[in-house]
């Protein structure tokens, strides 16, 4: 089992960065793959990126591909995702996902995580 706790969020003007930080716990950590999803007001649930459990995979949504980069310090049961060029269309709640077993390509829907944190808000203003 793991539990994840998300931190991290802001109310930001565009064009800044902010770091979300994704504490887990739980001693399988280190072979579950991570991700992040987003869900801004009135629309669905979205995928925004995830990160094998060694680190050596990466994924990005088109819409936030070379912004965002999602990275994780096994040693401190982290997983991070760094927001540059923040723009008011990435305002959401961010949710930190996980799963175990996952090999090859890893899912960009949401059923393909297990383990979910309670979110985070992020809004960039005008």
């Known amino acids: 089992q793991v539990q994840l706790v998300e931190s991290g969020g802001g109310l930001v003007q565009p064009g800044v960065s902010l770091r979300l930080s994704c504490a887990a716990s739980?001693?399988?950590?280190?072979?579950?793959?991570m991700g992040w999803f987003r869900q801004a007001p009135g629309k669905e649930r979205e995928f925004v990126a995830a990160?094998?459990?060694?680190?050596?995979?990466?994924y990005y949504a088109d819409s936030v591909k070379g912004r965002f980069t999602i990275s994780r310090d096994n040693a401190k049961n982290t997983v991070y995702l760094q927001m540059d060029s923040l723009k008011p269309e990435d305002t959401a709640v961010y949710y930190c996902?996980?799963?175990?077993?996952?090999?090859?390509?890893?899912?960009?829907?949401?059923?393909?995580?297990?383990?979910w944190g309670q979110g985070t808000q992020v809004t960039v203003f005008s």
């Open positions: 990160l094998s459990w060694s680190g050596d995979s990466t």
């Open positions: 996902v996980g799963a175990h077993g996952l090999v090859g390509r890893l899912p960009q829907d949401a059923a393909g995580y297990t383990y």
């Open positions: 739980g001693r399988t950590f280190r072979t579950t793959a």
